[in-house]
């Protein structure tokens, strides 16, 4: 949850290697500090409705990974 509240305030303006690219760093800095998180951090999965998702796509919303993480955030 830290890592996808950080994806929504800090990366929603950046392009998706940027993205991937701070949240694997946010995933170590977790895992430096002991802090018990996934090794592979979405924001699909954790605050994605797989519903709304493919009623988006339905309605025209590009299906690949950096156009659904936009929606969301």
Do not use: N
Request: hydrophobic share 40%; charged share 20%.
């Amino acid at each position: 949850m830290v890592i996808s509240s950080g994806i929504i305030a800090y990366l929603g303006v950046f392009v998706k290697d940027y993205r991937d690219e701070c949240t694997k760093q946010w995933a170590s800095m977790l895992s430096t500090y002991h802090i018990k998180s996934t090794d592979s951090v979405s924001i699909r999965t954790v605050l994605g409705d797989p519903v709304k998702i493919r009623e988006w796509q339905i309605q025209g919303l590009p299906s690949d990974d950096f156009s659904t993480d936009s929606a969301i955030i």
